[in-house]
């Protein structure tokens, strides 16, 4: 064998390991570190989504209580609280009670 043959042997033989490796880092290391930081970003996404939405909902239910109390409010001042609560007495007094949030 020449020097050239046997120099290009060693060569080979060295330089396999390290392209291996980088073949493995890249081919196996990349995806996976790619696809762990993906799925914190929808996990991310996923908690903003759940605290707008329960935010929302506990907003709406403040709502509901408010206006709950002010028509209660309301029904009292006209004196028909202790009467009969009728679909059209209720509806009169969400009616002005809406009237007088908008001003």
């Given at each position: 064998?020449?020097m050239r043959?046997r120099?290009?042997?060693?060569?080979?033989t060295v330089?396999i390991?390290p392209?291996?490796?980088?073949w493995?880092?890249?081919?196996?290391?990349?995806?996976?570190?790619?696809?762990?930081?993906?799925?914190d970003g929808?996990?991310?996404?996923?908690?903003?989504?759940a605290?707008g939405?329960?935010?929302?909902?506990?907003?709406?239910?403040?709502?509901?209580r408010?206006?709950?109390q002010?028509?209660?409010?309301?029904?009292v001042a006209?004196?028909t609280?202790?009467?009969p609560?009728?679909a059209?007495?209720?509806?009169?007094?969400a009616?002005?009670?809406?009237?007088r949030?908008?001003?």
């Amino acid at each position: 064998m020449s020097m050239r043959t046997r120099l290009a042997i060693v060569l080979a033989t060295v330089m396999i390991g390290p392209l291996l490796a980088a073949w493995a880092a890249i081919g196996v290391v990349v995806p996976r570190a790619n696809r762990a930081v993906a799925d914190d970003g929808a996990d991310r996404g996923a908690a903003a989504a759940a605290f707008g939405l329960a935010d929302r909902c506990r907003s709406v239910g403040e709502s509901a209580r408010t206006t709950a109390q002010r028509l209660a409010t309301e029904l009292v001042a006209r004196g028909t609280a202790t009467g009969p609560l009728t679909a059209a007495v209720a509806r009169a007094a969400a009616d002005d009670l809406a009237r007088r949030l908008v001003r």
